[in-house]
């Protein structure tokens, strides 16, 4: 059934949308995936706050132009799903390779690139940004960074109140076996 004009640029407005509020996207090519299976990947790629779309291309090649993306017209071919970070490209790339991995997709399903930060990337290079660190993980080494110096001086203070209350107590005694002599 053929989607009407107005429908079509209602879809790339929505789509335009969606690039105004992602940092980044995974090309992925599919062939004869179920709807269950299409479903398992859009579970995966939510949980790191992405979006799964299934579009045709010229909407999305024309998405793109508008938003002022990198058009990349060699992946835009035949059937492509396109998988929207937000915020967390790199947890999102990774919630992709393994939801692939996991759901042996190697013949349906294959990542053949992505855009980040206004660079085209490869599928090797879009593997890459899944090993860096996600938006939480990153957040919980900035976390620990910043308890760490605050741990060593309250270790500094606790030692230095250790030693003055050693001290004194030292004193105290010393006094009262004097005062009982």
Known sequence: MPVSRARKEELVAQYVEILNDCDGLVIVQTQGLSVP???????????QNGQYIVAKNTLIRNALEQANWVVPEDLLEGPVAIIFGRDNMPGVAKAVFKHIEDADFDEKMRV???????????????EAVSKLPTLEELRTQIA?????????????LQQATGGVVNVLQAYVDKH??????
């Open 144 to 156: 620990g960074l910043m308890m760490s110096p605050s741990q060593s001086l309250v270790n500094v």
């Open 37 to 47: 299976q299409i479903e398992g990947m859009r579970a995966a790629v939510r949980e």
């Open 112 to 126: 053949t690139g992505g855009i980040m930060s206004g660079d085209l990337l490869d599928a090797g290079q879009v």
């Open 176 to 181: 009262e076996e004097g005062g009982n002599s």
